[in-house]
């Protein structure tokens, strides 16, 4: 069994920074592909950002240049660091990775969600 555990989030005021982290545990063999999505009140769920092996990162248009992924691959370990929040980036975060417990057994999974409010 695989889980995923997300911590950090919070109230920050615009300009801000915050730094969300998402811990893999259970039975891994290889994790893939490992990203970051949001999801406002009433807005369907959107991807802020992916990074793949070796350590390529894509990033979506509205947070390229403020948000950054990195890995931690001794830990099953990604953070998110986000600075220069704007209220605009108020959603509840979630991290996904694609793990696979075995060489053929590979699925997605989801971290249980953050909320981030940026707020003055």
């Known amino acids: 069994q695989v889980q995923l555990v997300q911590s950090g989030g919070g109230l920050v005021q615009p300009g801000g920074s915050l730094r969300l982290s998402c811990a893999a545990s259970?039975?891994?063999?290889?994790?893939?592909?490992r990203g970051w999505y949001r999801q406002a009140p009433g807005n369907e769920r959107e991807l802020v950002g992916l990074?793949?092996?070796?350590?390529?990162?894509k990033y979506a248009e509205a947070v390229k240049g403020r948000f950054t992924i990195s890995r931690d691959n001794a830990k099953n370990t990604v953070h998110l660091q986000l600075n220069g929040l704007k209220p605009e980036d108020t959603a509840v975060y979630y991290c996904?990775?694609?793990?696979?417990?075995?060489?053929?057994?590979?699925?997605?999974?989801w971290g249980q969600g953050t909320q981030v409010t940026v707020s003055s």
């Open positions: 996904y990775a694609y793990i696979g417990s075995s060489r053929s057994n590979f699925y997605g999974y």
């Open positions: 259970g039975t891994i063999f290889s994790i893939n592909t």
């Open positions: 990074i793949t092996s070796p350590d390529t990162t």
